[in-house]
């Protein structure tokens, strides 16, 4: 069975600084990796996936997002955030094999403070 | 915009009556999802489909129906609605064009209270 940990629940930042969201997943099979975000009341746009090849990976709003396998890890990182940036960060892993279907973390609240 | 409705888009009803959530696309997507979002669990699938009349379960699959007569059209049925039921229902899409890592493409939800 695959799941997936983000870290932290919240994470307070000040507007310019630098972010790291943390995701580790498990699986006995190879999956792939997304990072959604969810803005308020709204569903969920996807960020970045990794599929295969460069371990780095960058998406859209200036995130990017790096693979370790040893480490089982995605984490997602933005060098300098903006208020804009306020919203729910998901973490989601599907098998490469079968029907694709997405699990996904618990989610983590990134709040911007001015 | 994922060409995805979902309705009805708020919903309050009494426990112990049937409810259904209707999910539309105009992409003619193969695949079609239901999770529910709560506080603390992330997203968890309900039910997929995978073509019309072909519909596989969850991981919280206990308490609901689905059906798809159409490609174009998801229902997710609570036959008999719970409090533990209340919470915010996503339709999801996505075509099959490749073994998996295709992009899953989520609606606005459904935001459903059980009194």
């Known amino acids: 069975a695959q799941s997936v940990t983000q870290l932290d629940s919240q994470v307070p930042v000040f507007e310019e600084a630098p972010v790291e969201l943390r995701c580790n997943y498990s699986s006995s099979v190879s999956v792939y990796l997304f990072w959604y975000v969810q803005y308020p009341n709204q569903g969920l746009q996807l960020l970045l996936k990794y599929l295969s090849g460069s371990t780095l990976v960058k998406g859209i709003n200036g995130f990017e997002a790096e693979f370790n396998k040893s480490q089982t890890s995605f984490h997602l990182r933005k060098p300098s955030v903006h208020i804009s940036d306020t919203a729910e960060y998901f973490c989601?892993?599907?098998?490469?094999?079968?029907?694709?279907?997405?699990?996904f973390g618990q989610g983590t609240r990134l709040t911007i403070n001015p | 915009d994922a060409g995805i409705t979902q309705s009805p888009r708020h919903k309050v009803t009494e426990t112990g009556t049937p409810v259904t959530l209707r999910c539309h696309q105009t992409e003619n997507h193969r695949y079609m999802y239901w999770y529910r979002q709560d506080p603390g669990h992330g997203l968890r699938l309900i039910h997929y489909s995978y073509g019309v009349k072909d519909t596989d379960k969850g991981e919280v699959s206990d308490g609901y129906s689905v059906s798809r007569s159409k490609t174009e059209d998801f229902l997710l049925t609570l036959e008999s609605a719970t409090s533990s039921q209340t919470s915010v229902y996503f339709c999801?899409?996505?075509?099959?064009?490749?073994?998996?890592?295709?992009?899953?493409?989520f609606g606005e939800g459904s935001w459903l209270t059980v009194v």
């Open positions: 999801a899409i996505s075509d099959a064009r490749r073994q998996g890592g295709n992009t899953i493409y």
């Open positions: 989601a892993v599907s098998w490469i094999q079968g029907a694709q279907k997405l699990v």
